[in-house]
């Protein structure tokens, strides 16, 4: 049965007005067994007020917005941890504090924090002893201060979500197995699901000597405590002893959201060839680490399990030494705390765990951690050796326009998105834009945000914390040029950077032509006059022509006017005037002065 869940629910839609601000609210931080497995969105369109009287404002004090979630017995018992996110709008009056209070199954959750006269997502962990299998009762009492009477609270929406592990474990005994160079020893590999996994788990191994092949009955293991025995044939194999990795593959789905992560774990086992009446060699590896390939981010903690491998002659114990710097690679920076649960091994207690915390101000980059074991009498301890790879945070800026073809004066609206794709919180979010000569600047919707502008640059600083997955969005309005001539390419983009992620990470471009509106004969107005009543021969006539823009289709360009001259009359050099500035004379065509 598959444990993983996602339901929904709609009994009304509301809407008020225009969203100013989008955002996405990713949930808490989880440790990477975990995932979230249950999902119900319920939308509400109650809308609340103090005072007044029935049916104008049915909502008052004592009469609060009510809603539910139905939860499974199933689901609520392998979960472990959730949370409500709550969808509101709040038109309070400015001066005023927000007294809106949630509650789940008469638990007092707090308020909704003061999302005055916008839209705002407001998200509550709810502990688990506050909810029960079927029906939660949810609701929020409206304003309980009693002064002023017209304070209105709106719900859209609110969504449960629960979290519970979905990981498996991996265990091999022995842990160690002794053979002739020709012949067959078996291993016992052990699979145990961990919260809601139900999933296939592949296995391999490394690490054979040439002449040896391995193989799993059965693969992949598709139950809970599920065994597969791994049996080693062996050929002529050359008589030492051989660390080998047994390897455990699956895939953990998270059907909320699509995504999916792969899963895997690794354990040690030894295999120990000899020769007919020669003891077995000593272990010339006495620990391994499982993982010994870790990626993480900057912000998270990592662990590596260390793990003692004792011989038939050895009792221990393996003394562990962290080496600062190893034989190859690159040393972990100052910035990434280490620490090894114990500093030593013996056959009942052969392993330990070794922490790596990867400080804020790590860079990224590929690191080596050498841990020493040395005991057993030998003279060249063994290693083990983990390669630690740091990512750079993951964050990601995307752009849209509002318009493909735009025209003179129109406002022209950019959408800005910005994501934290990674594992940890990202912090001191700055987006910049720079926009076109051929734009200007009227507002935008960016909130918990400083906007500065330095010689055209647009800078918006939020003081907000993006959570793994979450993201933000807000748009900017620009006014086109009123006299751009059609044809004109706009191309805008944006970038972002942030606390852990200094280098600045661009957006796509979006680009826009501009356009044009045909302009009938009678969107103008031509009337020509005569500043003089009479004329002499030889004398100058001055005509004043004036043309007037009288459509509604915005400025118009490339007009062509034409004169025809009366019989006798030319036009003198350098006496065309335009707007008061001389303009240039036109190329007369037998009577016609065109301009």
């Not at 509101?88 to 959750?109: C, H, K, M, Q, W």
């Not at 004169?563 to 005037?577: A, E, L, Q």
Request: hydrophobic share 35%; with cysteine.
């Amino acid at each position: 049965m598959d444990k993983r869940k996602q339901s929904s629910v709609v009994f009304a839609i509301m809407a008020l007005g225009a969203m100013l601000l989008s955002g996405v609210l990713a949930p808490p931080a989880h440790a990477q067994r975990q995932g979230r497995f249950f999902e119900e969105v319920v939308t509400s369109g109650d809308a609340g007020d103090d005072f007044g009287s029935p049916p104008n404002n049915p909502h008052g004090r004592g009469n609060p917005i009510n809603w539910t979630h139905t939860l499974p017995a199933s689901d609520l018992a392998a979960a472990n941890s959730g949370g409500v996110i709550v969808d509101a709008f709040d038109v309070d009056y400015p001066s005023r504090t927000e007294y809106d209070r949630l509650f789940i199954n008469g638990s007092d959750y707090g308020l909704l924090e003061g999302r005055n006269q916008q839209w705002g997502s407001t998200e509550k962990p709810i502990s688990m002893a506050h909810l029960q299998a079927g029906s939660n009762a949810f609701w929020v009492d409206p304003d309980e201060d009693p002064d002023p009477p017209d304070w209105i609270l709106y719900i859209r929406q609110s969504t449960l979500y629960l979290y519970a592990d979905e990981d498996f474990d991996i265990s091999v005994s022995p842990a160690s197995q002794t053979a002739d160079p020709t012949d067959t020893t078996t291993y016992q590999v052990q699979i145990d699901w961990v919260g809601v996994w139900d999933n296939p788990v592949a296995l391999s191994v490394s690490g054979l000597p040439t002449g040896a092949v391995a193989t799993f009955v059965p693969n992949p293991v598709t139950t809970d405590g599920g065994a597969s025995t791994m049996t080693v044939t062996l050929t002529n194999v050359a008589a030492g002893s051989y660390p080998l990795t047994i390897t455990g593959t699956g895939t953990a789905n998270y059907p909320d959201s699509g995504d999916s992560r792969n899963v895997v774990h690794t354990t040690a086992v030894d295999l120990i060839v000899g020769e007919a009446g020669i003891e077995p060699p000593r272990g010339f590896q006495l620990i391994t680490a499982d993982p010994d390939y870790i990626e993480a981010e900057i912000g998270e903690t990592v662990e590596s399990r260390i793990l003692g491998h004792f011989l038939e002659n050895c009792e221990g114990p393996i003394k562990l030494t962290l080496l600062s710097k190893p034989e190859r690679g690159t040393a972990v920076p100052e910035t990434v705390t280490m620490t090894l649960n114990a500093t030593q091994l013996t056959p009942a207690k052969d392993s330990t765990i070794l922490e790596m915390a990867i400080g804020p101000e790590t860079e990224a980059g590929e690191y080596t951690i050498e841990v020493e074991g040395a005991g057993c009498g030998l003279d060249d301890p063994g290693k083990a050796t983990i390669t630690l790879v740091i990512k750079p945070v993951n964050i990601t800026i995307t752009k849209r326009q509002s318009q493909s073809t735009v025209m003179p004066n129109m406002v022209q609206i950019y959408t800005i998105a910005v994501k934290n794709n990674g594992q940890t919180e990202v912090t001191g979010v700055v987006v910049t834009d720079v926009l076109a000569s051929t734009l200007s600047y009227v507002s935008d919707t960016a909130t918990d945000a400083v906007h500065t502008v330095v010689n055209g640059r647009h800078t918006w600083t939020f003081n907000r914390t993006l959570r793994p997955g979450g993201s933000f969005t807000f748009n900017i309005n620009a006014r086109v040029d009123a006299f751009i001539r059609s044809g004109i390419s706009i191309s805008n983009r944006a970038e972002a950077i942030a606390d852990q992620a200094p280098d600045p990470v661009l957006s796509n471009t979006v680009t826009a032509t501009s356009g044009f509106t045909a302009v009938e004969p009678k969107g103008l107005q031509v009337s020509k006059r005569a500043l003089k009543r009479d004329a002499r021969i030889g004398g100058i006539l001055v005509y004043r022509i004036e043309v007037k823009n009288i459509s509604q289709a915005g400025p118009i360009f490339d007009i062509v006017l034409k004169d025809r001259m009366p019989n006798g009359f030319k036009i003198p050099t350098g006496k065309t005037v335009r707007d008061g500035s001389v303009f240039t004379d036109p190329v007369r065509s037998e009577r016609t002065a065109p301009w």
